[in-house]
């Protein structure tokens, strides 16, 4: 055991992260690389600050960066919530206990549904193209993601000159930057201008400045983007294009801003905000600016690092290893890259203080994107967040924090009334403005589970970090409010004297139910996590003295005919259903109310419900199953998974409900194009190799045998831990342990186990063996 003061230990294990991450991408660099631009949306590169996100396509003759501003969206501040629907709640109970479905799902369509019945719509702002007159005749073409630095590049030969682009969106200057630059003086020339999809816009250009202004139809939210060039060249406005002459460099500065403040609030001045970001930039060079960006984005990106060895497909283009891996998938560095590109997705779409990552992330090119590129709440937005705490990426979290903590606003109406309850709700979608009432349709729009499944996320984050205030503050709060309204919502079954959420359903499979197990499962768990913050921060003892009754009352888990687990009150599951969720495996994962330590022959049960399911799915679910495949230890099922997911997708325009897979930009093909997958998969990989929800922090819990070696740093634990480990031949080599919260440590390998108190801020090493050293 190395005993050292905290600094030190800080400094140490900070040197050892990046000593690893120098050694990983010497061995494969972590970008995606094309030779040759993008043709489709799915194939440019995504870059994004948080706030503004930008595809990039590397046309030579004319490039297209599509951009994203994450407040623009359709519609108003809205209340959504259908006063005086609880006065149905009665009837539409008794019709679902008499079996009377359809007669239920009709009722609550005229009288229990969100006022209006749909959300609204995330939206594109705009579009920069670039034009390089000359250049058609082209050669050596490259284009590149840097994941390890958040910058995209791109560069041809035309005449013996080369050109080069970089392209990033830095938060720090809240701008999108892109330079070129030309291996000669006086060899770059271009024009440029802004443009939009929206049919409310104006161009106006002013020397090296141009101005899109954009209001969204159906809605109340403007926006404005400014373009500023600075060049050594000579830079002129013509026929409303910015133009540059006989330049060697040039920078193109891109803001953007609404008047969007809050769900509620929608009085900003987006032409002031757009000024203020271009004072910042006045007088800095965009290699400052690039290299402060690289700063801000790796002190989140280089916490965590991963290796699975190099078999040196890496020198193939992106596109033409997705293709390879199929055909053979041994490929390793190829998770290693998707793991990374998870990250790095989620540090672009979702920063401290905007919006959380939706459906899309922060990329969106249409009017009318699927599913409106909104909140899913059923699991698409949570699945989102799955890599934040076990990847060492906490502060992007907070945005799913601070949108829990506004649904907790409106939902507190809606739970009212609805329901005629105290506390909050969520039903299965949020958008900007917050809604939290059932949508769409009653079959699958009536799902109450959706505020108790974002509280485990609260949860979650406080057994990762172990902070008392965030729990105290922030989370508990939150969490009791939902608690709240569960606790008054709940009804005995008629059948069982059980208490059951009623109505509801699985989502999004069965139509309107009395008690689906998915919700017994998140109750329950929400009920006893609330038991536990109540003895941590010693307060609503009485409180946490209903919940262990309730929760002893709750409807439990149920083994069914064909010895799965029931997904509902009634052993009605069909074993040819392949339905893309597997709502009711929710207890396993994310959660742990059904487990190997505790209730093994639910595990049992839960794996036959799977193996019913089947594997093939869409991306997210997908995604899902290999991190269900990881809770079950079989790592090799999994890699079977990770290989669908990988099946390259070759156009957007694939039909909703084929397989999923990957675009050739890596991202999710659902298909559609959904962000969820992407983490849900990152989720999945690490969940291959380190486990912690348990007992134990259990070590390779689940390799494959495809990733007989490898290692992984700065991955974190429940318990506030952080840890690095080797394998070869899968066998542990190599562990490290920083205590970051002082609590006892207990590690489990195979049929080793240890436990050891710890003391914050200390390192402690262990041998292959789980000895102490």
């Not at 609404?258 to 001045?269: C, E, H, L, Q, R």
């Not at 909050?424 to 900007?432: A, E, F, S």
């Not at 597997?582 to 742990?592: I, N, R």
Request: proline content about 4%; overall charge negative; glycine content about 8%.
């Amino acid at each position: 055991m190395i005993k050292k003061n905290y600094l030190n230990q800080l400094i140490s294990f900070s040197l050892l992260l990046m000593l690893v991450s120098c050694t990983v991408e010497e061995e494969a660099q972590l970008k995606l690389w094309y030779n040759k631009p993008a043709q489709e949306w799915t194939e440019a590169l995504p870059l994004g600050n948080g706030r503004m996100g930008a595809m990039v396509f590397g046309g030579v003759v004319d490039e297209h960066i599509q951009f994203n501003e994450e407040t623009l969206w359709k519609g108003q501040p809205t209340g959504y919530a259908h006063k005086d629907a609880y006065k149905y709640l009665g009837q539409i109970r008794q019709l679902l206990f008499e079996g009377k479905q359809h007669e239920a799902e009709e009722l609550a369509m005229k009288e229990f549904m969100s006022v209006p019945l749909k959300q609204q719509a995330y939206q594109p702002f705009g579009d920069i193209y670039i034009n390089f007159p000359g250049h058609e005749n082209y050669a050596g073409y490259y284009r590149e993601l840097d994941i390890s630095k958040a910058i995209c590049r791109i560069s041809y030969e035309v005449g013996g000159i080369r050109y080069e682009r970089e392209i990033i969106a830095s938060n720090p200057h809240q701008a999108i930057a892109i330079h070129l630059k030309a291996s000669k003086p006086g060899a770059l020339t271009f024009s440029l201008s802004l443009d939009s999809r929206h049919e409310q816009k104006s161009i106006n250009s002013d020397k090296n400045m141009q101005t899109l202004q954009v209001a969204v139809k159906d809605g109340v939210l403007k926006g404005e983007a400014v373009i500023k060039v600075e060049s050594d060249g000579e830079v002129s406005s013509v026929n409303n294009r910015i133009k540059v002459d006989d330049a060697k460099e040039a920078t193109i500065w891109l803001c953007t801003a609404t008047n969007f403040k809050k769900y509620d609030d929608v009085s900003g001045n987006p032409k002031e905000h757009v000024k203020t970001n271009l004072a910042k930039l006045k007088g800095v060079a965009f290699k400052t600016a690039k290299q402060e960006h690289i700063s801000d984005y790796q002190s989140l990106f280089n916490r965590f690092s991963v290796s699975f060895g190099n078999n040196g497909r890496d020198s193939l283009p992106t596109d033409s290893r997705l293709h390879q891996f199929s055909h053979s998938p041994h490929d390793p560095q190829l998770l290693q890259l998707y793991a990374q590109y998870g990250r790095y997705l989620l540090i672009c779409s979702s920063r401290e203080g905007t919006q959380p990552a939706n459906l899309q992330g922060i990329w969106n090119k249409d009017l009318q994107p699927a599913w409106e590129s909104k909140y899913t709440t059923n699991i698409n937005a949570e699945m989102n967040y799955w890599p934040a705490e076990v990847t060492n990426l906490p502060e992007c979290h907070e945005p799913l924090f601070s949108l829990i903590k506004d649904c907790s606003e409106t939902g507190a109406a809606v739970a009212k009334e609805h329901y005629n309850c105290d506390g909050w709700v969520l039903h299965h979608n949020t958008d900007i403005w917050r809604g939290a009432a059932p949508i769409n349709h009653s079959n699958h729009g009536i799902w109450v589970s959706g505020s108790g499944w974002l509280s485990h996320h609260l949860w979650e984050h406080f057994l990762f970090t172990q902070d008392k205030n965030f729990l105290k503050e922030k989370a508990y709060p939150l969490m009791k409010g939902a608690a709240v309204f569960y606790s008054q919502f709940l009804v005995k079954d008629t059948k069982t004297g059980w208490l059951i959420s009623t109505p509801s359903n699985s989502p999004e499979n069965g139509g309107l139910v009395a008690g689906p197990t998915m919700d017994h499962q998140i109750i329950r768990s929400l009920f006893n996590a609330c038991v536990e913050a109540s003895e941590i921060l010693d307060t609503d003892h009485e409180f946490a003295a209903k919940l262990k009754e309730q929760v002893a009352q709750i409807a439990p888990n149920q083994i069914g005919q064909y010895g799965q687990l029931q997904e509902w009150m009634e052993d009605v599951d069909d074993p040819e259903n392949k339905h893309r969720h597997v709502s009711h495996l929710w207890g396993m994962h994310p959660a742990k109310d059904i487990n190997w330590e505790e209730n093994p022959e639910l595990m049992e049960a839960a794996r036959k419900s799977l193996l019913m399911r089947g594997d093939d799915g869409t991306g997210w679910s997908l995604a899902w199953k290999i991190n269900f495949w990881a809770r079950f230890l079989d790592g090799n099922h999994a890699y079977e998974l990770v290989k669908l997911l990988f099946r390259p997708v070759i156009t957007s325009k694939t039909r909703y409900g084929a397989g999923g897979g990957s675009y050739a930009n890596l991202f999710d093909a659902h298909p559609p194009f959904q962000i969820d997958g992407n983490f849900g998969g990152t989720a999945g990989i690490v969940e291959l190799l380190i486990q912690s929800h348990l007992s134990t922090i259990d070590i390779l819990p689940a390799l494959p045998d495809a990733l007989p070696e490898g290692s992984i740093s700065g991955v974190c634990a429940r318990g506030g831990f952080e840890l690095s480990f080797s394998w070869a031949g899968g066998e542990l080599k190599t562990l490290e342990v920083l205590s970051k919260a002082g609590k006892k440590c207990s590690i489990n390998y195979k049929d080793k186990k240890v436990e050891f108190e710890t003391k914050a801020g200390e390192l402690y090493k262990l041998d292959e063996k789980l000895g102490l050293i």
